[in-house]
Nanobody, 124 residues
Framework: QVQLVESGGGLVQAGGSLRLSCAAS????????MGWFRQAPGKEREFVAG????????VYADSVKGRFTISRDNAKNTVFLQMNSLKPKDTAVYYC?????????????????WGQGTQVTVSS
């Protein structure tokens, strides 16, 4: 059983930045691929970004490419999502997820454990 705890969400004006963190309880965190998803009200959960176990491979949704950056610190069992140039349409609950897959899955079914989510609200 792996536990994931997200933090760093909040209210920000359009054009601002937030940095989300996700701390994992996995004893072998460095062997896991990590992902960030988001779910806006009335919409399905969607893939935002993912990072391989080594950090050498990152994948982004087209909607966030160039604005968001995913990174990880394996020594601290933590994955980050730096979000810049935020837009009102980025408003959602953001979830981190973990998988043993060697490549970054874009679908929810590719992940084994999920965090409880953190709310991000971007005002116009």
């Amino acid at each position: 059983q792996v536990q994931l705890v997200e933090s760093g969400g909040g209210l920000v004006q359009a054009g601002g930045s937030l940095r989300l963190s996700c701390a994992a309880s996995a004893r072998t965190f460095s062997r896991y691929t990590m992902g960030w998803f988001r779910q806006a009200p009335g919409k399905e959960r969607e893939f935002v970004a993912g990072i391989s176990w080594s950090g050498g491979s990152t994948v982004y949704a087209d909607s966030v490419k160039g604005r968001f950056t995913i990174s990880r610190d394996n020594a601290k069992n933590t994955v980050f999502l730096q979000m810049n140039s935020l837009k009102p349409k980025d408003t959602a609950v953001y979830y981190c997820a973990i998988t043993r897959a060697m490549i970054v899955p874009r679908g929810q079914q590719g992940y084994d454990y999920w965090g409880q989510g953190t709310q991000v609200t971007v005002s116009s």
